[in-house]
């Protein structure tokens, strides 16, 4: 009698193999092959017969159709910039991915927002790790009104189905994903084969009912989340909840959206009643420099820009450049990639001619935060000639643009939301690329409340923050 073979799946890809390998060849991991639990189980092959709704017919697609002109129904979160992050806030029949560290509050945000979103809809809270009793007692912390707010502590699948068809909510949470389980499989909760097939009978169940459904997702040691690959796959957003040691700031990042834009962030600050929204992360982020006891800041430091979403971020860049007698200088990065500082280092000492190559560069983005896109390039690179020529720049002055590798300056973004965003904050001067003479014009004219400079090249900004001769 022939034996069943095993097949083993890799935990990164879901690349599948019928012998255990110790590299995948797909996607390059170390021993992340496991065995697929639901190719052993023969229950398996019941969950694709699984059903929700018998409505899915096919429908003729009609662009003039009166029903694709109205809006998409979204809910609320309660938290402003959350609903940017979200695209306007949660869409009906959608299923959002929540991850995040353990310990980073993710429970405690979602108690909030179910709080915040049961004033108006019928919520059901499942949480799969915590008994009543805990849960009740960070209600209680939090102020917790619980109207139309409904509480399981449960974890197997099917009875959450049964409990779900009675309560008819519009919004499900679930707390987490990891912790849930079908007995359509024997492995355990927490499984490579329990999280894919939880979460596919979830997102089934989601679009059959048009209920929203936000899951919580752990992260590995490596930061990114636990599970298969296809759990973010399947779901329509996914959410990256984050820690930095500043005043208990937590952030959380867009990573993906098929409702909206996919780079905007949003910060909320850990107090003891639970996470509180920064309404202006910006000014957050920039306080210090708008003190009455910091009107002259040291070299070294300068504002920026990135150009997240339909918002713009403004931070800090903070940079240090010390004479070393070492033959390879060190060169240490925070926030920012680092093969595009040493880019922006060797343009420097190119077409500017700072002679860094016997100097340690350190460079820091303040906040815990990073710039991932190359709006602030101008700005590493002025803060880094700041502390180089010990002199400083103007502390209500912003400098944004993109550097070429032959010294030019070139704009990758909205000029005119980072200009209202700078102006909001009380910033009076402005440095910015050298676009068509018209648009520098246009610029201009419409914010006279900040005096705007326009560099063509690296050489340029160079001169007009330091106000040296051209």
């Known amino acids: 009698m022939l034996k069943n073979k095993s097949r083993y799946i890799c935990s990164s ?56 002109d109205e809006p998409e129904s979204r809910v609320t979160t309660g938290f402003n910039n959350l609903d940017n992050v979200l695209g306007g806030g949660l869409v009906q029949g959608s299923v959002v991915l929540l991850a995040g560290e353990p ?40 102020n917790i009104q619980a109207v139309n707010l409904k509480v399981l502590a449960l974890q197997n699948l099917e009875e959450i189905f049964n409990y779900l068809n009675n309560l008819n909510p519009q919004i499900v949470i679930i707390d987490s994903i990891q912790t849930i389980f079908t007995n359509m499989l024997s492995s355990t909760p927490g499984s490579i084969g329990q999280v894919r097939e939880s979460a596919n009978l979830i997102i089934k169940y989601a679009k059959a009912k048009n209920i929203t459904v936000i899951l919580i997702g752990h992260v590995t040691k490596d930061g990114i989340v636990a599970g298969p690959k296809v759990l973010e796959h399947a779901v329509d957003v996914v959410l990256q909840f984050e820690s930095y040691n500043l005043n208990n700031l937590r952030v959380i990042k867009s990573i993906k959206n098929r409702f909206g834009p996919t780079s ?7 107090k003891t009643n639970g996470l509180n929204e920064v309404t202006s992360p910006s000014k957050f982020l920039l306080h210090h420099r708008f003190s009455a006891n910091n009107l002259e800041m040291p070299a070294g430091s300068v504002i920026t820009a990135t150009g997240r979403g339909a918002n713009s971020l403004l931070m800090e860049v903070q940079a240090l450049a010390t004479q070393t007698f070492c033959p390879n200088p060190k060169r240490v990065v925070n926030g920012f990639d680092y093969n595009r500082m040493l880019q922006i280092i060797a343009v420097l000492e190119k077409h500017v001619g700072l002679n860094l190559s016997k100097y340690d560069v350190y460079v820091n983005i303040v906040g815990g935060l990073d710039i991932t896109d190359t709006t602030g390039d101008l700005g590493v690179a002025l803060s880094i000639a700041s502390s180089y020529l010990n002199q400083a720049i103007a502390p209500m002055a912003i400098t944004l643009g993109e550097i070429g590798l032959t010294g030019e300056i070139r704009p990758n973004f909205d000029l005119s939301k980072c200009l209202k ?29 900040i005096s705007i400079s326009h560099a063509k090249n690296v050489k340029s900004a160079f001169n007009i923050i330091f106000n040296q001769s051209k």
């Not at 992340?32 to 398996?44: A, M, P, V």
């Not at 405690?108 to 007692?137: C, M, P, R």
């Open 421 to 449: 965003e700078a102006i909001a904050l009380g910033i009076t001067k402005a440095v910015l690329p050298n676009i068509q003479e018209v648009n520098n014009q246009e610029l201009n004219h419409q914010y006279p409340q």
């Open 103 to 142: 310990g980073i509050g993710k429970s405690t945000l979602l108690l909030q927002l179910a709080d915040n979103i049961a004033k108006t809809q019928n919520v059901t809270y499942i949480s799969g790790e915590e008994s009543l009793k805990q849960i009740s007692l960070r209600a209680k912390r939090l």
């Open 264 to 270: 905007d962030l949003v910060l909320f600050s850990m």
């Open 13 to 68: 890809c879901e690349f599948v193999t019928l012998g255990y390998l110790g590299k995948c060849p797909n996607c390059d991991s170390w021993n992340s092959f496991i065995i697929d639990e639901s190719e052993q189980n023969s229950k398996t092959k019941n969950l694709n017969q699984v059903s929700f709704s018998d409505s899915f017919n096919p429908t003729q697609f009609d662009l003039n159709a009166t029903h694709l």
